[in-house]
C-alpha cells in the first residue's frame, strides 16, 4: 500500500470557500491519491499539525472543510489565499462500496453530523449515480454544510432553524421501512454514530463508521489513536460492523492527549467545544 | 533436520521468542499489548511513564525519513497512578510485560515503581538516555555513569523485579555506563534508545518539521551504530542485553544476536513491515538458523567475538 507523502509537502492555497457560519474549505491544486475517508495531517509550520479529512477531490485538485474549534482552526480560519499549509498523507483505511450497491441493486444511506460531513462529502459525490439516501443534522441552520452540494438531502437541525427538528437518527426507522438499506455509512457526534451502528445491528444492515481519535504520530506506531486494539490512524479511521462489534471503547472512552482514558463527555469537556 | 528453537532466557524472565516490542511504540494500552502478543513478540515494553501525566510535544512529534523515523514525542503518558489502572491482571497476556519508568531525580523513579507493583509487570526498565526531553535522559544528566549507579540502586531497593537499564547511543564509553548500571544491581542492558538529536528542516515551508525541532533518530539510520553499542556492552558486562535500533529483517536480529544480545527490540521495523513484523523476523531467523545449522539463539549470542 502507497505510505503517501511521508513529510509534509508544503502546497499554497488556491481558493477558500465559506461554507458555514463556523467552516472553512481550503482548496490546493495539487492531486493526492485519496480514498474517501482516508485523512491527512495539516501542518502549521510552528504551531501544530492536526487531522483532516479530505472533502473535495478531483484529477488535479482537493480540498479539506475545516471547522473553527481551537488554536490550530483558527489560525487556518485567519489564512488567505497563495499562503502555504504542509500536507502528509493520505493515511488509513476509507469507506467500502459493495457490489450490490455499485450496481445499483441495493441501498445505502449517508448520515453525517456537524463536520462529520467532511469526511462524507467525497464518498457521497461517488454513490451519487445509486440509490443513496443523504441524511444531514446540525445544531441549527447556520453550521450546516453542503446543504447545496448534492441533489436530494434531508436536513436535520436542533432546534428546528431548517429542515425536520431533532436528529437524523430519528427518521431511520421509517426510512429503512421503505427503502430496506444494504449498507449505512457515518461519520459526526460519536453518541450518534453508536446510535447508527445499533441501529443497523438490530437490522441486520452493514454499517460503516468513520472514529475520530486525538492522533500524534498518523502513521500507526505511537498507540495515542488506540481504540481497543485497533489504531485509528491506521486501521480506521473508518471501520464495519464486525470491527465495531469489539470495540467496547467505541461510543464510550477516548485518550487524552496524555494517554488518559476518559469517558467520551469528559473528552468532549477536555475539548472546550 | 530439527527445528530451531527461539526461546530464550532473558535474566529469569521465560521468552518464546527473542523479539520484544521497545518502549514508546504501541504501549499506551492493554489492548494494543495483547494486538501485539498476537502478532507473534516476544515480550513486550509500556510506553514510558513518569509519576505525573505528560501531554508531551505538539506536532508533528514523529516524522519519517528515507533511513528511519525522527521523534520528539515527549515522554506523554498518563501518570503512574492511571497507568498502574489500564495495566492490570498482565498476567491475562501470553507475553512478558515490561514498565519503563522514567524520572528527573531517584525519588521520583521509586515512587512510579511503588505505583506499578501490583499490575504483574515482569520486569522494570529505566531509560536513562532519552535526547529529547528536558528534565529526564541525557538532559537530566542521566547518562553518566555516577547518575546511573545512584538511579539503579535507588529502584534496586525498591524491587524485586529485574531491573533493564537502557543506554544512550550517544555515550562513547558505552561499556563503562553498562558496568556501572550492573555493579549497581540491573539485571539486564537495553542498547540502545534513539540517537541525536537531530533535525529534519522542510526546506520550502524553510522550518524544522518537528514542533521541538529535533528528537532522537531510530530506524535504519541507528543500525550500525546499535551493533557496535552492543558489541562494546557484551565486552564490559555478564548480564544480558536486549540489542535494539534499526531491526526490520531477521538477518538484522541474527547479526544484533552475534554481537552480544540474547533478545532484540523492534520498534521502527513496525512502520516499515506493519505490526506481524514480529513474527515475520521469527520467522526469518528460524529459516536462516536451519540452514545454518544453529539450533538456539543462545548458541549464536556474541559468536561475532570469538
Ligand atoms: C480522522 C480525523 C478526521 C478529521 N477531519 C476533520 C475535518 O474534516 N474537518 C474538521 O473541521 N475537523 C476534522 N477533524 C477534527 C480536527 O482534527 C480538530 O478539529 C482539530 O485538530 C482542532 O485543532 P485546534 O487546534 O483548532 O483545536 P484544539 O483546541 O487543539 O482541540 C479541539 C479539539 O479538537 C480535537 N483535536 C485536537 N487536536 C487533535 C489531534 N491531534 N487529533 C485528533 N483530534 C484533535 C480534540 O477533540 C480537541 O479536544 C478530524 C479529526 C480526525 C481524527
Ligand atoms: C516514536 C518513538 C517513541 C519512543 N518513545 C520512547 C519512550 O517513551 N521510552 C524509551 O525508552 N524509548 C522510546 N523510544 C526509543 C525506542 O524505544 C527505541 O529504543 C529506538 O526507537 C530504537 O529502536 P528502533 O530503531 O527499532 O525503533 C521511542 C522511539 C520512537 C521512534
Ligand atoms: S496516532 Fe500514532 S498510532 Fe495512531
Redesign the pocket.
Known amino acids: 500500500m502507497s505510505k503517501g507523502f511521508e513529510q509534509p509537502v508544503m502546497m499554497k492555497i488556491d481558493k477558500i470557500i465559506s461554507e458555514s457560519d463556523d467552516?472553512k474549505s481550503f482548496m490546493f491544486r495539487h492531486n493526492i491519491d485519496y480514498k474517501p475517508g482516508q485523512?491527512i495531517m495539516?501542518w502549521l509550520p510552528g504551531?501544530?499539525?492536526?487531522?483532516?479529512?479530505?472533502?473535495y477531490s478531483g484529477d488535479d485538485f482537493f480540498g479539506?472543510?475545516?471547522?473553527?474549534?481551537?488554536?490550530?482552526?483558527?489560525?487556518?480560519h485567519g489564512m488567505g489565499v497563495g499562503e502555504q499549509l504542509g500536507i502528509r498523507g493520505p493515511f488509513?483505511h476509507g469507506f467500502s462500496i459493495p457490489d450490490n450497491i455499485k450496481d445499483g441493486s441495493g441501498n445505502a444511506c449517508v448520515i453525517g453530523g456537524g463536520?462529520?460531513m467532511?469526511?462524507l462529502s467525497v464518498l457521497i459525490e461517488s454513490l451519487q449515480d445509486n440509490n443513496t439516501t443523504i441524511l444531514t443534522g446540525a445544531t441549527t441552520k447556520t453550521t450546516l454544510l453542503f446543504k447545496n452540494r448534492y441533489k436530494d438531502i434531508t436536513i436535520f437541525t436542533d432546534d428546528g432553524s431548517e429542515g425536520t427538528k431533532g436528529y437524523p437518527t430519528n427518521s431511520l426507522e421509517d426510512l429503512h421501512k421503505e427503502n430496506s438499506y444494504n449498507i449505512i455509512y457515518t461519520c459526526g457526534p460519536e453518541i450518534m454514530m453508536s446510535k447508527v451502528y445499533e441501529f443497523c445491528k438490530k437490522h441486520n444492515i452493514q454499517c460503516e463508521a468513520?472514529?475520530?481519535?486525538?492522533?500524534?504520530c498518523g502513521i500507526g506506531i505511537c498507540g495515542?489513536?488506540v481504540c481497543d486494539g485497533q489504531m485509528?490512524?491506521k486501521d480506521?479511521?473508518v471501520f464495519d460492523s464486525q470491527a465495531l462489534d469489539n470495540m467496547s471503547d467505541f461510543g464510550n472512552y477516548?485518550l487524552l492527549?496524555s494517554g488518559k482514558r476518559v469517558s467520551l463527555k469528559e473528552?468532549?469537556e477536555?475539548?472546550?467545544? | 533436520m530439527t527445528t530451531p528453537s527461539l526461546t530464550i532466557d532473558l535474566c529469569g524472565i521465560k521468552l518464546s521468542n527473542p523479539t520484544v516490542l521497545p518502549s514508546g511504540f504501541l504501549g499506551t494500552s492493554k489492548s494494543l499489548l495483547k494486538r501485539v502478543a498476537d502478532s507473534g513478540a516476544g515480550a513486550a515494553t509500556i510506553k514510558s511513564v513518569s509519576f505525573e501525566a505528560r501531554e508531551g510535544h505538539k506536532?508533528p512529534t514523529v516524522i519519517p525519513f528515507e533511513a528511519g523515523l525522527l521523534n520528539a514525542v515527549g515522554y506523554s503518558n498518563p501518570g503512574a497512578e492511571e497507568t498502574a489502572r489500564e495495566f492490570t491482571n498482565l498476567e491475562d497476556l501470553s507475553i512478558p510485560v515490561i514498565a519503563s519508568v522514567i524520572g528527573t531525580e531517584a525519588g521520583d523513579f521509586v515512587r512510579v515503581v511503588d505505583k506499578l507493583s501490583a499490575s504483574g509487570f515482569s520486569a522494570i526498565e529505566l531509560p536513562l538516555s532519552c535526547p529529547h526531553t528536558p528534565g529526564f535522559g541525557l538532559l537530566a544528566g542521566q547518562g553518566t555513569p555516577e547518575s546511573t549507579k545512584e538511579i539503579v540502586s535507588a529502584v534496586r531497593k525498591a524491587t524485586k523485579l529485574p531491573i533493564f537499564v537502557k543506554l544512550s547511543p550517544n555515550i562513547p564509553e558505552i561499556g563503562n555506563l553498562a558496568k556501572a548500571a550492573e555493579d549497581a544491581g540491573a539485571n539486564a542492558i537495553t542498547a540502545v534508545n534513539t540517537l541525536g538529536p537531530g533535525m529534519i528542516i522542510n526546506i520550502e515551508a524553510r522550518n524544522p518539521v518537528l514542533s521541538y525541532r529535533v528528537g532522537g533518530v531510530s530506524g535504519q539510520a541507528l543500525r550500525p551504530i546499535a551493533t557496535r553499542c552492543v558489541y562494546d556492552i557484551y565486552e564490559a558486562v555478564k548480564i544480558p542485553i536486549i540489542g535494539t535500533g534499526g531491526i526490520s529483517t531477521g538477518r538484522h536480529a541474527i547479526e544484533m544476536i552475534m554481537a552480544g544480545a540474547t533478545a532484540i527490540g523492534v520498534g521502527t521495523g513496525i512502520y516499515e513491515r506493519g505490526i506481524d513484523i514480529f513474527q515475520k523476523i521469527c520467522r526469518e531467523i528460524e529459516t536462516w538458523m536451519s540452514e545454518n545449522n544453529f539450533n538456539s539463539i543462545d548458541e549464536m549470542t556474541g559468536i561475532a567475538h570469538e
Open positions: 467552516a485523512f495539516v504551531i501544530d499539525e492536526k487531522p483532516f479529512a479530505v472533502s479539506i472543510t475545516v471547522l473553527e474549534r481551537g488554536k490550530s482552526t483558527k489560525h487556518m488509513g463536520c462529520g467532511a469526511s468513520s472514529l475520530e481519535r486525538y492522533m500524534k495515542q489513536c485509528v490512524c480506521g479511521p477516548s492527549k473528552y468532549g477536555w475539548r472546550g467545544c | 506536532n
